[in-house]
């Protein structure tokens, strides 16, 4: 199993140790309240991250079940979601697998100007750049169409 925490282990102070108790997986999502950063967008989540990495470790959390995701939707905003979306490759560098969930969000609805259930290509789209980036899992519901994407992305960008 795995938990997703959309708050990075920190709004719910028992949340990793629960976590670490039952030996789960964990998805470590960056959020904010807001959309202000006093630095560098891609700094700042890299430093959110990291610091809830060291809340999960020294709960007991294995590293090998950590799993870091940008936080597409969450505490940005649409230019900054952009942002993000362009320099996911640098998230790589935190040495941990990276999972990436923009399946219908509205960075695509307002790119687009579409209704949620009309954002397949641009969750597609977002998959096979994302994949190209270095990410590792992707969450979707266009399950089948996203897969067989991620397959052509995996077999040209990793062999």
């Not at 920190?10 to 108790?21: P, S």
């Not at 990495?53 to 969450?74: C, Q, R, S, T, Y």
Request: net charge negative; hydrophobic share 40%.
């Amino acid at each position: 199993e795995m938990i997703n925490d959309i708050w990075g282990l920190r709004k719910d102070k028992d949340m990793a140790n629960v976590i670490a108790k039952h030996n789960a997986y964990v998805c470590i999502m960056h959020n904010q309240d807001g959309t202000e950063y006093d630095k560098d967008i891609m700094e700042s989540i890299k430093e959110f991250l990291l610091e809830s990495v060291d809340i999960a470790i020294e709960a007991g959390i294995d590293k090998n079940k950590i799993v870091l995701d940008p936080g597409i939707g969450f505490g940005k905003t649409y230019e900054q979601n952009l942002e993000v979306l362009k320099r996911l490759g640098e998230l790589k560098t935190l040495g941990y697998p990276i999972l990436l969930g923009t399946s219908r969000k509205s960075v695509i609805g307002n790119t687009l100007n579409l209704p949620p259930q009309e954002r397949v290509e641009g969750t597609i789209a977002t998959t096979v750049l994302g994949i190209r980036d270095g990410v590792d899992i992707v969450r979707v519901h266009d399950v089948e169409k996203n897969l067989r994407a991620a397959k052509m992305a995996d077999a040209i960008y990793r062999g």
